[in-house]
């Protein structure tokens, strides 16, 4: 009779342990979307670029971020990370976050990137077409500098 009852208990506990741990772990993935752009962006100000860009990367595709000015963002820093990094998908992420977003605040700083990134690559034509692009006004403070 003991043994049944420690039986029942111990499976009962043991449930009771799995649905708090899965819970657990779906709340922090799912509550948590600005914390995590903020964890983001804290790496990419700390140079640790290729983490950050990994982070935003997750951010702007979770489906499940019912924030578009996060997932835009994100996705521009995405991106940005990219162009830092340069790596050699930067001017197409570049080029699909500004067809993708072209009323974003973002934009113009995004083309400004893109026209960076062509004039390293010594593309002059397509960094004088993306500079054109940009409207300095829109730029944030540092990207103006």
């Known amino acids: 009779m003991r043994l049944k009852t420690h039986r029942s208990l111990l499976t009962a506990l043991f449930a009771a342990g799995l649905a708090f741990s899965g819970s657990a772990q779906e709340n922090s993935a799912f509550v948590q979307p600005g914390l995590d752009y903020r964890l983001a962006g804290d790496m990419y ?6 983490s950050a860009r990994q982070l ?7 489906l499940t971020i019912d924030d578009p000015e996060l997932t835009t963002s994100a996705e521009f820093r995405e991106a940005v990370c990219a162009a830092e990094l340069k790596n050699g998908d930067a001017p197409a992420r570049i080029e699909d976050f500004i067809q993708k977003y072209p009323e974003s605040a973002y934009t113009g700083e995004a083309s400004l990137y893109l026209g960076k990134i062509y004039f390293t690559d010594n593309k002059y034509k397509d960094a004088v077409k993306a500079f054109q692009q940009v409207d300095i006004s829109g730029l944030s403070k540092p990207a103006r500098e």
Do not use: F, P, V
């Open 45 to 50: 100000h700390s140079k640790n670029i290729g």
């Open 56 to 62: 935003y990367n997750e951010l702007s595709s979770d």
